[in-house]
């Protein structure tokens, strides 16, 4: 899954596809590299960050929905009701919501109305003080409860469990040791049943780690936390990087086949 951030304050590259033409070509060579998903989004979700209005998300995101012309799946990058069922009527195959439902109730019948496919985040809180609720005395078991109750409240709504694909939230509500003790243990959220998604992409917990890199030149360190997500399991790995992360996941399947772990590849 390549990142298409059509964002001015993206953390990890620093709005350099705000403008709707960039960001089209940049997911056309993401393509070409070997991306399989392309996940487009409006708003930084970034810890710290102001919410954005549906206009101007929609301005942002839709003309680059647009300029693939269905052909790439798609999946957009929002927590909002409105943005995601636009998004739906113009080529997108799948929700990516940061809150789980928890922003944007109605978010929930958009996602069944549309039989779109939908990842459920971990987090906790709003992007502006996500902080202050990383607080935890079981990471992993915690993280696997809420998704849960996520996934409950998901098909209540009429949303199809076979598409529903869970996401721990590295680096949303946590700090470093947290994102860290959910990576260990993302093989525990597969007895919830689902496909999983890891998005460590240049990620401020791979600072714990390697020290205080910009956001830019933590692509080693990301390198290491895809090869940990594919082992552990992840199905999907959300990436920015997109042609170096493609040769780590290929390698990293490779160790699995030679060891039994699975037949088919990480996406």
């Known amino acids: 899954m390549g990142i298409i951030n059509v964002t001015p304050d993206s953390f990890a590259d620093g709005g350099l596809r705000f403008d709707p033409a960039r960001a089209i070509d940049d997911g056309w060579r993401m393509l ?26 929609l301005r942002r995101i839709l003309p680059v929905i647009e300029g693939f012309g269905g052909r790439p799946v798609i999946s957009v990058d929002t927590y909002k009701a409105i943005v995601a069922r636009e998004a739906m009527a113009r080529g997108a195959a799948i929700i990516n919501d940061v809150s789980a439902l928890r922003y944007d109730p109605p978010l929930a019948s958009v996602a069944a109305g549309t039989g779109a496919a939908l990842v459920l985040m971990h987090n ?10 990383a607080s935890y005395e079981d990471t992993p078991r915690e993280i696997a409860a809420e998704l849960a109750e996520a996934m409950r409240v998901a098909e209540s709504a009429g949303i199809r469990r076979e598409a529903i694909i869970l996401d ?12 860290y003790e959910a990576l260990a243990a993302l093989r525990d959220l597969a007895a919830l049943g689902r496909p999983l998604l890891s998005g460590p992409s240049r990620k401020s917990f791979l600072k714990q780690a390697i020290g205080d890199l910009p956001p830019l030149e933590r692509d080693w360190a990301t390198a290491a936390a895809v090869t940990a997500s594919v082992l552990s399991g992840a199905h999907i790995v959300r990436v920015h990087a997109v042609r170096e992360m493609v040769h780590v996941v290929k390698v990293a399947d490779a160790v699995l086949a030679a060891r039994g772990g699975r037949d088919s590849s990480a996406v």
């Open 168 to 179: 721990p939230g590295l680096g949303f509500a946590k700090q470093a040791r947290h994102s």
């Open 32 to 57: 070409q590299d070997g991306a399989d998903i392309l996940d487009v989004g409006g708003e930084s979700t970034r810890p710290g960050a102001e919410p954005l209005d549906v206009d101007a998300e």
């Open 124 to 133: 906790r809180g709003r992007p502006r003080d996500m902080y202050r609720e």
